[in-house]
């Protein structure tokens, strides 16, 4: 045996990476399978991490067919896959099924499969090890057949989810008992056809969610939950403006989080193009232990304004104690309140940024002390008045930051005070 030949497989592929040239060219497509038989002959005793991505266009179709065929050949071995590929390559994996012993971590992400629904995908339903799924562009189709009870993580992201998927997610959660992370993102566009389950269903091993539909939330009971986000859905395809979150999103929370009681766990909240209700400061007294706070938009709504406003002047609000030790009555250990406003209309007022904004971070930071807890502010918008107050936080070697246009205000204010 030359000396070359027992090198590593790894150890040669980055000897060939670092002397190829870096040119787009590439070889003969009809190589590549044999260039794969080759490698996998090389290296049969190790688990594979599979990265595969396919389309449809630049005539390679059949090649990639090609390849799949060959990789499904050891799949025994696969511990992490990877998929990016149509819905034609799915029935390949037929092969597969009863034959992945050690698949640990599994990503499916369709490309070109529009709203045809291709039918139920059971080639993972066997998969000992399979702790880890991610479904990105199913559209209307069904989620594929796995062994839910032993999952950690499940992520689904579509473009939209009908009654019958609603009905899959409730009996995911119904069997994931060691669920830790789930993420079901997808456009809700009208009222919501789907109602949550009497009673909710107990979930006490996740700690983050995610969802897009309020009566997802309503669904279940989460008392160790750590992080929410409310998401506004998936919608790769829709140019004529930003997506909204469910309108019963945010009073949907506020009741999960009731239910749940989980106050001392939960420290990490997340809106993005939420629409935001009197529900917002209800949230806020349920969650003493609130670390950080996150809002987002791409589009401003005026009725966001009254909500935000109470939130923010409520973390100005004390009460002293008969020790004479003043204590927050709203949040009273968040650091950080985060508010994003992409809004690409010129004309956009965010009128909570002036005098509302700068009592509030006087109370939080003289009261915390420069040596104390630090409580950020980060606000990014496209237009609004920021009052000198606020550099006055900064100068005190506090963590508060204003963001306009990428630019950070409070250290270039001559280009924004009057």
């Known amino acids: 045996m030359s000396p ?118 059971d080639a993972f339903a066997s998969a000992p090890q399979l702790k880890r ?50 993420i079901a993102r997808y456009t809700v566009d009208g009222p919501s056809i789907v109602t949550a389950p009497n009673p909710p269903i107990l979930c006490d091993s996740i700690c983050a969610f995610t969802a897009s539909e309020g009566a997802l939330f309503r669904s279940v009971v989460l008392p160790n939950l ?16 930003p997506v909204i979150a469910d309108l019963e999103a945010v009073p949907a929370l506020l009741s999960m989080i009731t239910k749940s009681q989980c106050q001392t766990t939960l420290t990490h909240i ?20 609130l670390d950080e706070w996150r809002f987002s938009w791409t589009e401003w709504s005026r009725s966001n304004h009254g909500p935000l406003e109470q939130l923010i002047k409520g973390l100005a609000e004390q009460t002293t104690t008969d020790e004479g030790k003043a204590t927050f009555n709203l949040l009273p250990v968040l650091t950080g309140l985060h508010i994003s406003i992409h809004d690409l209309d010129d004309i956009v007022a965010v009128y909570f940024v002036g005098e509302i904004l700068a009592s509030t971070m006087e109370a939080r930071l003289g009261a915390m002390g420069t040596s104390g807890r630090p409580f950020g502010v980060t606000v990014e918008c496209s237009l609004f008045y920021i009052q000198r107050r606020l550099l006055v936080c900064r100068e005190a070697g506090h963590l508060c930051s204003i963001t306009l246009s990428g630019r950070d205000v409070l250290e270039d204010e001559d280009s924004y005070f009057d």
């Open 4 to 121: 070359i030949t027992r090198l590593p497989t790894e150890t040669l592929t980055d000897i060939f990476l670092a002397t190829c040239e870096d040119t787009l060219e590439v070889g003969d497509p009809s190589a590549v399978p044999m260039v794969i038989i080759q490698v996998l002959e090389r290296s049969h005793n190790r688990t594979l991490h599979i990265q595969f991505g396919a389309g449809e266009q630049g005539g390679l179709l059949p090649v990639s067919l090609k390849v799949l065929a060959i990789l499904a050949t050891q799949s025994h071995r696969w511990g992490h896959l990877e998929l990016s590929c149509s819905p034609s390559h799915l029935a390949l994996l037929d092969v597969i099924r009863d034959r992945i012993p050690v698949l640990v971590h599994l990503s499916i992400d369709l490309v070109h499969s529009d709203s045809v629904d291709f039918g139920h995908i």
């Open 226 to 241: 750590e992080r929410v986000s409310v998401d506004p859905g998936w919608a790769p395809y829709l140019h004529e403006g």
């Open 270 to 289: 997340l809106m993005e193009d939420t629409l935001l209700t009197e529900d917002l400061i209800g949230i806020a007294r349920l969650a003493p232990a």
């Open 133 to 182: 799924v991610q479904f990105v562009g199913f559209y209307g189709a069904q989620i594929p057949l796995v062994p839910y009870n032993q999952l950690t993580d499940f992520v689904d992201i579509r473009l939209y989810a009908n009654l019958s998927i609603h009905n899959q997610y409730l009996a995911i959660l119904q069997q994931a008992q060691h669920i830790q992370n789930f």
